[in-house]
């Protein structure tokens, strides 16, 4: 899982290329099956990596409260779902692989199932550990509700945002078109926590570390019409490099954006935004 993490940090997303022969150590491992949504390799006694594909023949849904059915496979009550079976039994952690376009997946992990609903043919997986450890994770206390709703919005949402936001913005920054995905955020034009703020890429941007930072305290704006503007106070500083080729020479540039319509930045989520570095201007 830590290579994974590490695979991950450039793009956000991995190929079903880089899937089926993913180096870790001295070691080649396959995560995903050729033909099936489940991975069940033999030297492991539990499964390692379930896929989850809206346009899949299974009908997982995502549930509220950071859960999500994973239907049994076809067929028998065991045969692949008894690694999956054992996994339960054994509280092992294992990836999910979440196809956000062809042959395109975001990994999620460590996913644990919580509940094997043999009658309705499904399990529930948990996608977050801190929902795991609830004692009735399907009937949270209220305390509990506020506790997976906040970790929803801060872990869970998180690695499937980056990944569709670094895709769609081909892994640059929009105003000044670093291409090093590593030193690149997806950062939320409405933040999260409020109601407009969720997280689709319409509302995100891909911006490096200095000019997320600038754009959250309001040192930089970007009005909806795709321009950038550096907070006028700081256009009259005088500094070092950092300041005059990162800051100062963004001004009046126009942002970077995708090229699908559905992908592009929300015109009323930047203005409604803009307001705020207007405003503290
Ligand atoms: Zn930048």
């Keep these: 899982m830590q290579h994974l993490t590490d695979a991950t940090t450039e793009k956000g997303t991995l190929t079903r290329e880089q899937l089926l022969s993913f180096p870790v150590a001295d070691s080649v491992w396959k995560l995903l099956d050729h033909s099936r949504g489940i991975r069940n390799p033999r030297e492991l006694a539990a499964t390692l990596t379930v896929m989850s594909s809206p346009t899949g023949p299974y009908r997982d849904e995502d549930l509220q409260g950071g859960l999500l059915k994973y239907e049994y ?21 294992l990836i999910l692989l979440k196809k956000i376009e062809p042959s395109v997946y975001v990994p999620i992990h460590p996913v644990y199932v919580v509940a094997d609903v043999q009658d ?12 795991r450890l609830l004692s009735d994770p399907l009937n949270p206390s ?11 919005r801060e872990r869970l949402h998180q690695p499937e945002f980056r990944g569709r936001v670094l895709r769609a913005y081909e892994t640059r920054c929009a105003v000044c078109v670093l291409r090093h995905g590593r030193l690149l955020d997806a950062a939320h034009i409405v933040a999260d926590h409020e109601v407009t703020g969720t997280p689709i890429t319409a509302n995100g941007l891909a911006l490096c570390k200095l000019h997320h930072a600038a754009y959250d305290s309001d040192l930089l704006g970007i009005s909806p019409d795709y321009q950038v503007h550096i907070n006028s106070a700081l256009l009259e500083e005088t500094d070092g490099p950092m300041l005059r080729h990162g800051l100062q020479e963004m001004d009046g540039r126009e942002l970077h954006v995708p090229h699908r319509a559905s992908e592009k ?7 409604y935004r803009f307001q705020k570095f207007l405003a503290s201007a």
């Design 73 to 93: 496979r076809a067929g028998s009550v065991n045969g692949d779902n008894t690694k999956l079976r054992r996994a339960y039994e054994l509280g092992m952690p």
């Design 120 to 131: 309705a043919r499904y399990f529930l997986l948990a996608l977050d550990e801190g929902i």
């Design 142 to 152: 209220e305390d509990e509700r506020r506790y997976v709703e906040r970790i929803t």
């Design 265 to 271: 930045p929300d015109r009323d989520r930047l203005g």
